[in-house]
Structure formats: structure tokens, C-alpha cells
């Protein structure tokens, strides 16, 4: 397990605080001290114990996250897990691109993460550097939601293209947020950088397909209506949650 000190604060980043909690990039000493990588979480099982916190950081996310939403469904707390943290990694590059113009380099070695916190303390970023805005596929689709897709495949039975339907899906609320800031603020040129830069992402043969391109409605399931009192998302592929075979949990 890799473990990083840091102590910058970038104020393009801080700037991000404005978007709300999603958006936000923390630097500096996280309270609870060194946190492993998200190359180092992405790996698998080092030699603290499995279910200890930093031994399997994906693992232990998942089961924090069944816990919380009370299912007894590893695939559908990993499906909710990943979703989670897709929308982080979006609203932190996507947010400083269309804000700032600038985008911070989420290399996985340098991205610190908390599984046992909540957003904006789960991500912590070791070094600050920046990318071209160009980047931003190679980034956040190649560079961090591959990865954990295939660390969440070779521990849960969850289907890729469910994965990137929520990929897809938490991209699209990205562009939504930052569009209703926009309006709020005076601001319509953020909204418009970021439908345009969403647009090119979306355009990847990973997401391409996983919305309807005049709806966005989603032509897959992040299986939400299988938690206990859950149902179907705003933007989901079915009218009402589909009927559960009898017996199933």
C-alpha cells in the first residue's frame, strides 16, 4: 500500500468548493492521517486483514454502502458504490474544466481515498499538477473509472454495461449541476463549456449508447429499485420498478 503526505492548496481548486460538495478537491493533511492510493485500492487485497478498511479499500466501500442502503445484494451496492464515485471523479474535472479551464491531474498514484467517508472528505489529492482540458477523457474514463470498473468486476457479479450506464448517468448530473449554477450566477459560459465538453466524452464507444440522446434517459439499470423502500431513478430505463421473481431477496 502506497501512502502520501501532502501539504498544498491550490486556489483553482479551492475554487471548486463554490460548486458544491460533490465538486470539491480536497489538498493537505486529511484528519484521519495517510490514506492509501486509489492505484493501491484499485490492486486489490494488500496484507492488512480483508475486511479491514486499507486492506481492501473497494471491498470495504461496498459493504459500507449495503450496510447503508440495507441490501443484502453485493451487486447492487457495488453498482451503487461505483455510481458514487463516478460522480465525484466527473464533478471534480469536469467542474475545474468548465470553471477554471484547467484540470487537475486525478493520476490514481496521486489520488488519495477515504472509503470509510462521505464527499468532499473521501478524495484527497497528494500532489497538485494540471492537465490540458483536452485530457479529460483520458483522465476520468481511462485513467480511473476503467480501473475501478475491473475492481469491482473481479469481486462482484455486476455487468460492464451497467457500470457504464452509470458512468453515463452521474456525467449527465454533472452537466446538470454545473448548468443550474451557471443559470444561478450569471455564469453561462461554464454551462456551455461543460455540455460541450459532456458531449465529446459521451461520444466515447464505453458511453456512447448508454443514454437516450435526446432524453438521457438511461437504456440500463443501476438496479436502485432492489434496495428496500428504493424505486426507479428520474432518469432510469423503466416506468416503474420492474417485478422481482418470487423468493428473490
Known amino acids: ?38 492505484a493501491s485500492a484499485f490492486a486489490g487485497p494488500r496484507s492488512a486483514p480483508f475486511s479491514d478498511v486499507y486492506g481492501d479499500p473497494t471491498t470495504f466501500r461496498v459493504r459500507k454502502v449495503a450496510r447503508s442502503v440495507r441490501t443484502r445484494e453485493a451487486r447492487v451496492a457495488a453498482s451503487v458504490a461505483q455510481q458514487g464515485l463516478a460522480a465525484r471523479f466527473w464533478s471534480i474535472a469536469l467542474g475545474s474544466a468548465a470553471l477554471c ?98 458531449a465529446r466524452l459521451l461520444a466515447h464507444p464505453d458511453l456512447s449508447g448508454t443514454l437516450d440522446p435526446v432524453t438521457l434517459r438511461r437504456r440500463s439499470c443501476c438496479l436502485y429499485y432492489r434496495v428496500p423502500g428504493g424505486g426507479v431513478c428520474g432518469d432510469c430505463c423503466f416506468e416503474r420498478p420492474p417485478r422481482q421473481a418470487p423468493g428473490r431477496p
Open 1 to 38: 500500500m502506497v501512502l502520501l503526505l501532502f501539504v498544498d492548496l491550490d486556489p483553482e481548486l479551492k475554487a471548486l468548493e463554490a460548486l458544491g460538495g460533490f465538486f470539491v478537491l480536497r489538498t493537505g493533511v486529511p484528519p484521519r492521517g495517510p490514506l492509501p492510493t486509489l
Open 101 to 198: 479551464d484547467r484540470l487537475p491531474d486525478l493520476d490514481p498514484e496521486l489520488l488519495l481515498w477515504d472509503p470509510d467517508a462521505g464527499a468532499p472528505e473521501d478524495l484527497w489529492l497528494g500532489e497538485v499538477r494540471f492537465r490540458p482540458v483536452a485530457d479529460l477523457d483520458t483522465v476520468v474514463r481511462a485513467g480511473l473509472l476503467v480501473p475501478l470498473s475491473e475492481a469491482l468486476r473481479a469481486r462482484h457479479r455486476v455487468s460492464p454495461a451497467l457500470l457504464w450506464g452509470n458512468a453515463a448517468s452521474a456525467l449527465a448530473g454533472t452537466v446538470r449541476q454545473l448548468d443550474r449554477w451557471a443559470l444561478a450566477h450569471g455564469r453561462p459560459d461554464v454551462g456551455e463549456r461543460a455540455r460541450t465538453l459532456a
